[in-house]
């Protein structure tokens, strides 16, 4: 038993990790190799609610700013959870 910030706890209980929690895990592992090996193939723009382009890999999912003046990718988009920052 240790101390914590909410009180005794057996050390078992401190280490535990759910079958779904450990599947979340491997998943969010794998694709973030996924990403990082990805040759990236892209979709054509598309457009959000709020008038923003973006385009999405085929492949890994991946989300990426697109600027029509420019017709190119400009930054990937990420949001904090990892999601990507855009919804059609």
Not at 10 to 26: L, P
Request: glycine share 6%; with cysteine; hydrophobic share 35%.
């Amino acid at each position: 038993m240790f101390r914590s910030s909410r009180g005794l706890i057996r050390r078992d209980e401190s280490r535990e990790t759910t079958e779904g929690q450990k599947a979340v895990m491997a998943s969010n592992f794998l694709k973030r190799i996924l990403e990082i090996f990805c040759r990236h193939e892209f979709s054509w723009p598309h457009s959000d609610v709020c008038g923003r382009d973006y385009q999405v890999c085929m492949q890994c999912g991946a989300v990426y700013e697109y600027d029509l003046a420019a017709m190119r990718r400009t930054r990937r988009l990420v949001t904090a959870q990892g999601s990507a920052e855009f919804k059609s």
